[in-house]
C-alpha cells in the first residue's frame, strides 16, 4: 500500500526540521534507542512525515550524517577561498583554518557527539563517500596552502589530524576530563583562551616542519 503524501505547507522546511529533530535524538540518545515516530513527534509532524520523505531510519540516518559532512566540507571549501583571496602568509592562513574549525565544532554538539557514538560503537559509518570527501578535500586544502606533501604518509596528513584532535578533544570532554582537570570550558571566554593555545602549538609544530612560503 503506498504511503499517502502528508499535507505539509513547505516541504523543504519539513525536511530539515525533521533532519534537526534526528541529528538531536541520534546524538542524545543512539542510533537503536531512537524511533522514526519519536522523531516525527520532535519536529512537530505527524509519525509517518519521517518516513514519507526519508525512508527507513538507516536512510534518516545517513541523511543526518551526509548533512553533518557536507557542512563540514562547506566550512572547508569558503576557508579555501577565503586564503586563496587573501594572500596571507602561511602562518595566517594555518591560524585562520584552525580558528573556523574549532569555532565549527563549538556550534555544532551534536555533530562531535554523533560521531562520538559511532567511535565506541566500533562500527563503521554509514555510505562512507561524504566522509572521505570531506577528508580529502580538507587534506588537498591544507597541501596546497601550506605547500605540504599531500600524500595520506606525508606532513599535511599528519598536521591536519594533529588539528583534529587538538579542536575535537577539549570541546567534547569539556564537562568530563577538563572539570577534573580544574580547567573551565563551558564559557565563550574559557573557549577563546582554549582556541588560541590550540592555534599556538599547531603554529608551534608547523614551524618546526619549516611551512613552505606561497608559490
Known amino acids: 500500500m503506498r504511503m499517502r503524501a502528508p499535507r505539509v505547507r513547505n516541504p523543504e522546511r519539513t525536511k530539515e526540521a525533521i533532519l534537526d529533530a534526528a541529528e538531536r535524538l541520534f546524538a542524545e540518545r543512539g542510533y537503536e534507542a531512537t524511533s522514526l515516530s519519536e522523531v516525527g513527534r520532535a519536529a512537530g509532524v505527524s509519525r509517518g512525515t519521517p518516513s514519507y520523505f526519508y525512508g527507513s531510519k538507516a536512510d534518516l540516518y545517513r541523511a543526518v550524517l551526509e548533512r553533518c559532512f557536507g557542512e563540514v566540507r562547506q566550512a572547508v571549501r569558503a576557508g579555501r577561498e577565503r586564503a586563496a583571496a587573501s594572500g596571507q602568509s602561511p602562518e595566517v592562513v594555518l591560524e585562520g583554518a584552525v580558528s573556523d574549525y574549532f ?80 580547567i573551565d570550558l563551558t564559557t565563550p571566554e574559557a573557549l577563546e583562551r582554549r582556541k588560541r593555545h590550540v592555534i599556538d602549538l599547531v603554529l608551534s609544530g608547523a614551524h618546526g616542519r619549516a611551512l613552505a612560503e606561497p608559490r
Open 103 to 182: 569555532d565549527f565544532l563549538v556550534a555544532r554538539p551534536n555533530f562531535l557527539r554523533l560521531l562520538e557514538r559511532e567511535a565506541l560503537s566500533g562500527s563503521v559509518l554509514p555510505d562512507r563517500a561524504a566522509q572521505v570527501e570531506t577528508g580529502r578535500e580538507a587534506l588537498a586544502a591544507l597541501a596546497a596552502e601550506l605547500g605540504l606533501d599531500p600524500s595520506p604518509a606525508g606532513d599535511a596528513a599528519q598536521l591536519l589530524l594533529s588539528i583534529v584532535a587538538l579542536c575535537w578533544f577539549p570541546v567534547v570532554h569539556a564537562r568530563t576530563l577538563a572539570p577534573v582537570l580544574g
